[in-house]
């Protein structure tokens, strides 16, 4: 009596995913690992999906596969590797420039104060309060936005311009 044995052995292969930079982004990655040490069983179609995190955002994938959906399919015929490259999105930034009329009639005061460079971030609410000198009362504001109210809230979605004014005291 003879007996024939075979084994049969299904390959497996490594896929390597990465971030550039490193932590700039995520990787979705679906199905996991389904062979040995966290590799795949041949001919496995694995879906990646990248997203940015923090202020970055997708540019594209390299490597085994190239393109800029941030979501793509790999089949696993041979070791892969494939990088999601992301890249920083600044947030535009306005200015505020605010005056007094009549000129040394008071002053008017923005908190938070502008950055370094003179600039608010997209989406700042920026508090402004007008103070009158002596001899002057607050009246309105006038510009951009306009308003009696003081102090007046002036949401940052754009360049503003705003002028407090007062009048003298009788």
């Known amino acids: 009596v003879a007996a024939n ?34 590799t795949y069983v041949q001919d496995t179609v694995v ?25 793509i399919t790999v089949t696993m015929d041979a070791d892969k590797s494939v990088t999601a490259n992301f890249i920083p999105v600044i947030p535009p930034s306005y200015t505020l420039r605010v005056s007094v009329s009549p000129a040394g009639s008071g002053l008017a005061i923005a908190s938070p104060p502008p ?32 308003s009696t109210n003081n102090p007046i809230a002036v949401v940052m979605n754009g360049d503003k311009s705003l002028t407090a004014n007062f009048q003298t005291v009788p």
Not at 5 to 24: D, K, Q, R, Y
């Open 47 to 71: 879906t990646l999906t990248a997203t940015g995190l923090g202020t970055n955002a997708f540019t594209n994938w390299t490597g085994a596969v190239n393109s800029t959906s941030n979501r």
């Open 5 to 38: 044995f075979f084994e049969s052995i299904t390959p497996t292969f490594v896929l390597t995913v990465i971030t550039n930079p490193p932590g700039a982004g995520s990787i979705q990655i679906s199905p996991a690992p389904n062979g040995t040490n966290g």
């Open 115 to 146: 950055g370094s460079n003179g600039t608010f971030s997209a989406g700042t609410v920026v508090a402004l309060f007008a103070q009158g000198n002596p001899g002057f009362r607050f009246v309105s504001w006038s510009g951009s936005d306009a």
